[in-house]
T-cell receptor, first 112, second 113 residues
Framework: KNQVEQSPQSLIILEGKNCTLQ??????????LRWYKQDTGRGPVSLTI?????NTKSNGRYTATLDADTKQSSLHITASQLSDSASYIC???????????FGAGTRLTVKP | KAGVTQTPRYLIKTRGQQVTLSCSPI?????VSWYQQTPGQGLQFLFE???????NKGNFPGRFSGRQFSNSRSEMNVSTLELGDSALYLC????????????FGPGTRLTVT
């Protein structure tokens, strides 16, 4: 069982709409959580990095939230654009050895 | 500043062969990490090198190995290729070991036939 679960697996939305992607994790000890955007055929690009004490962090139209008590994170995309079509990967970094646990990703498609 | 570069971008090999992939990190970055990405398993950590030393290693067989040179460039080698080794191999660089900020390269798409 994957220790970092992302939902939904895939999502299709219309251009201009908002959406929220979920990431739930069970691993510990927690160090930080990262959201990456990966375009098809390219390497992942970091969107946000959140430590234990951070609840919200924004990067343009992307806003990530973290609830370290419930071990849940979300990535909210506002006013989606066609270029937002990509896979979004949640990664949890463990605090003991900086081990990384990857979610399977959410495949977002934005249609005109 | 140039980003992370990986060569080659695409590679086709047959079972039993061996392959070497190369990664040049961002100038000044001393840590290089390697990942395997497949549709079924997603992203999986292979190993991390810092100052020519392997710092961390994922759960992969010994057929997967790597090294880092004094200029921080890194290579990974896969021997006795299997069909299941077909994947996108990603390299990421960071200033220091286990740094918060990692920058990924475009990857090498390896196909094993």
């Amino acid at each position: 069982k994957n220790q970092v679960e992302q939902s939904p697996q895939s999502l299709i939305i219309l251009e201009g709409k908002n959406c929220t992607l979920q990431c739930n994790y069970t691993v510990s000890p927690f160090s930080n959580l990262r959201w990456y955007k990966q375009d098809t055929g390219r390497g992942p690009v970091s969107l946000t990095i959140m430590t234990f004490s951070e609840n919200t962090k924004s990067n343009g139209r992307y806003t990530a939230t973290l609830d370290a008590d419930t071990k849940q994170s979300s990535l909210h995309i506002t006013a989606s654009q066609l270029s937002d079509s990509a896979s979004y990967i949640c990664v949890v970094i463990l605090g003991n050895n900086n081990d990384m646990r990857f979610g399977a990703g959410t495949r977002l498609t934005v249609k005109p | 500043k140039a980003g992370v570069t990986q060569t080659p971008r695409y590679l086709i090999k047959t079972r039993g062969q061996q392959v070497t992939l190369s990664c040049s990190p961002i100038s000044g970055h001393r840590s290089v990490s390697w990942y395997q990405q497949t549709p079924g398993q997603g992203l999986q950590f292979l190993f991390e090198y810092f100052s020519e030393t392997q710092r961390n290693k994922g759960n992969f067989p010994g057929r997967f190995s790597g090294r880092q040179f004094s200029n921080s460039r890194s290579e990974m080698n896969v021997s006795t290729l299997e069909l299941g080794d077909s994947a996108l191999y990603l390299c990421a660089s960071s200033l220091t070991a286990s740094s918060y900020e990692q920058y990924f390269g475009p990857g090498t798409r390896l196909t094993v036939t």
